[in-house]
């Protein structure tokens, strides 16, 4: 059993100890393992990279809300619908098409029942036109509004319901 002194020596010693500046990590050289024992080796699973994939493509879209609409822009200083969803998936490292014509080509076709956020909507409002928008979940989707002139959220209605051409699925 420890005496009262030596364990508030013990303290002491405890109390002095300081977290490094910075952490370093170093190869152990020739580590011993066991005959069957395999390399420690840690991967994401798939769902799990893909739900933070598509937090960061949603959330690069939330901050470009209220960016001015015009169309053929693809700048943060103005932008269409087809380059909001390019920017957005290019924070998660997804390289896409341009135009909403090559967009709604890639992809997994899906269901509108089975909608999940990231998801991108298309829709035909004229003959001639074809408008891409990312859905955010609760009902709502974020695109480049020709209407509003700029990025914005929008809730889904029985509108946007009767012109929805198509659903692809990314990620």
């Known amino acids: ?15 002095s100890l300081k977290l490094a500046e910075s952490l370093e990590f170093r190869p152990i050289e ?8 395999p390399p420690v080796r840690l991967e994401v699973a798939e769902d799990v990279a893909n739900s933070v994939a598509m937090r960061l ?7 470009l809300v209220g960016t001015p609409y015009r169309l053929g822009g693809d700048s943060y200083d103005d932008i269409d619908c087809s380059a909001l969803v390019q920017k957005a998936f290019r ?9 909403t014509r090559e967009l709604a080509k890639i992809g997994e076709k899906v269901d509108r029942a089975s909608l999940r956020p990231g998801d991108l909507l298309f829709y035909r409002w ?3 036109r074809l408008h891409v928008a ?9 695109h480049a509004s020709p209407n509003a002139q700029q990025v914005t959220r929008t809730r889904l209605n029985s509108d946007w319901n009767r012109r929805l051409v198509s659903v692809r699925r990314l990620i």
């Not at 020739?30 to 024992?37: F, K, L, V």
């Not at 493509?57 to 901050?63: E, F, G, K, M, N």
């Not at 990312?134 to 974020?142: F, L, P, Q």
């Open 30 to 37: 020739n580590p011993s393992r066991g005959e069957h024992e």
């Open 91 to 99: 924070v998660a490292g997804l390289e896409l098409p341009r135009t």
């Open 1 to 15: 059993m420890l005496s009262l002194e030596s364990q508030a020596q013990s303290f002491d010693a405890k109390a």
């Open 57 to 63: 493509v949603l959330s690069t879209a939330d901050a």
């Open 126 to 128: 004229n003959r001639n």
């Open 134 to 142: 990312m859905y955010a979940g609760n009902n709502e989707i974020v």
